[in-house]
């Protein structure tokens, strides 16, 4: 069984770029879910995905958008970069709302 | 809005001892509950999840409360080791699990 994978590993950007995080769903999952992570502190869930839909929103602004595959994986894109979007970006799978499962995240550094 | 708050937010424990960690939320109607752990700069390992209807749940060393009325969760670590040091989060799912919402974790340093 093959666990959540992100990537790339680490990304470095600048101002006003636009950047792409993508995931891969444990097998068996319908469901993927974002989260941002500052350092220090604990993820903030950005969005969830279930069956190709968007299934709840955080406090994000419209610049963070994604989608689902039909194979339940998944993108992250985050438009005209901020200093403030530099942090771990982490992806969880599930089935349904069960269980989350998380990958080992992508570091976005924007300079 | 549901808040999820860790107590404490670091603790530093001599190798052998039992420990308690704390997380409290605000709205106590959620769907369930999971706790994990965080190695520095490393995703998250899922270690147990209590579905809403359940009291407590268990796996090795680790054993996980919930008492929705009072809005708390603990999890209770016996026979601490060095390799038990980590930053432990606790995740609240709302009804219906379309948001979870993290506490900013405890962070615990196990010394030989």
């Known amino acids: 069984e093959t666990g959540v994978t992100q990537s790339p590993t680490h990304l470095i950007k600048t101002r006003g770029q636009q950047v792409t995080l993508r995931c891969s769903s444990q097998s068996g999952h319908n469901t993927v879910s974002w989260y941002q992570q500052a350092l220090g502190q604990g993820p903030q869930f950005i969005f969830q995905y279930y069956r190709e839909e968007e299934n709840g929103r955080g406090n994000f602004p419209p610049r963070f958008s994604g989608l689902q595959f039909p194979n339940y994986s998944s993108e992250l894109n985050v438009n005209a970069l901020e200093l403030d979007d530099s942090a771990l970006y982490l992806c969880a799978s599930s089935l349904g709302s069960g269980e989350q499962f998380f990958g080992p995240g992508t570091r976005l550094t924007v300079l | 809005k549901q808040e999820v708050t860790q107590i404490p937010a670091a603790l530093s424990v001599p190798e052998g001892e039992n420990l308690v960690l704390n997380c409290s939320f605000t709205d106590s109607a959620i769907y369930n509950l999971q706790w994990f752990r965080q190695d520095p700069g490393k995703g998250l390992t899922s270690l147990l999840l209590?579905?809403?209807?359940?009291r407590e749940q268990t796996s090795g060393r680790l054993n996980a409360s919930l008492d929705k009325s009072s809005g708390r969760s603990t999890l209770y670590i016996a026979a601490s080791q060095p390799g038990d040091s980590a930053t432990y989060l606790c995740?609240?799912?709302?009804?219906?699990?379309?948001?979870?919402?993290f506490g900013a974790g405890t962070r615990l340093f196990v010394k030989a």
């Open positions: 209590i579905q809403s209807s359940q």
């Open positions: 995740a609240v799912g709302n009804t219906g699990g379309f948001k979870t919402i």
